[in-house]
């Protein structure tokens, strides 16, 4: 198992867009549980994605919790489905959904924005979220299960990290068995091996890992667009760090 930590490519500028973006998801984190005794349950279900109502463009009733009697309560949703998909890009189902986001959106974000310029990363974020989107609607078209949290527009984000700073060196923690250190992998051995566990697990339930797939092949497409007319960063390793400060 690999799990990024930082990596070793310094940004030009303050990277204000990614973290405006992890302090919103935070705060509707903070939202959520703040009304969790006045019905979080309802919260979550009315803001998420139902892929059912994209497909059939009519709101739904789902299922939302049972009463003291143990009837079902249903939810109306009254939500714009397509309105639902930006909603649902920031909310997150635990505290360890929402830092890991976060944390990867943080290490790959940033020279992510400092490439595209803050405009630019914003269109881009929200596209590649909204097509990570579509991707899990396509195989779940019929599907009344709320999908949330922003692993899709992350994905994306990744992607093109992938096409743009592959050599650059990501201090990553890693458990095999019992044995857990830190190494420092290159960004396009640890993205490719990332992608290619999203498939191995999108065929199991609970996470819609064809949301993360989708959103990486985006990124990637769109990246490779956009390089053709903007000249790549240069990434410095951490010996022309030193060696400039000297």
Do not use: C
């Amino acid at each position: 198992m690999f799990f990024p930590i930082k990596d070793y490519n310094p940004t030009r500028k303050v990277a204000y867009v990614t973290i405006a973006i992890i302090v919103l998801n935070v705060l509707v984190f903070i939202y959520q549980n703040y009304i969790a005794s006045a019905g979080l349950n309802h919260f979550v279900s009315y803001y998420s994605l139902v892929p059912h109502e994209i497909t059939h463009s009519e709101n739904v009733k789902i299922f939302v919790e049972r009463d003291m009697f143990g009837n079902p309560v249903l939810l109306n949703r009254t939500i714009s489905p397509i309105l639902s998909i930006v909603s649902s890009m920031f909310m997150h189902g635990s505290i360890m959904h929402l830092l890991g986001n976060m944390l990867f959106l943080w290490i790959f974000g940033n020279n992510i924005e400092d490439y595209l310029g803050k405009i630019l990363f914003v269109f881009f974020y929200f596209a590649v979220g909204t097509g990570a989107a579509l991707f899990h609607i396509v195989f779940n078209w019929n599907s009344l299960v709320p999908v949330i949290g922003a692993s899709g527009a992350v994905s994306g984000v990744m992607g093109a990290y992938l096409i743009l700073y592959n050599k650059a060196k990501i201090k990553t923690l890693v458990f095999i068995f019992i044995f857990i250190t830190f190494i420092d992998i290159p960004a396009g051995v640890l993205l490719v091996l990332w992608f290619i566990f999203q498939f191995f697990y999108s065929s199991g339930g609970g996470i819609a890992w064809l949301a993360h797939v989708g959103g990486f092949i985006l990124g990637v497409i769109l990246i490779i667009i956009a390089k053709k007319k903007i000249p790549v960063i240069e990434v410095l390793t951490e010996k022309d760090i030193f060696t400039e400060g000297e």
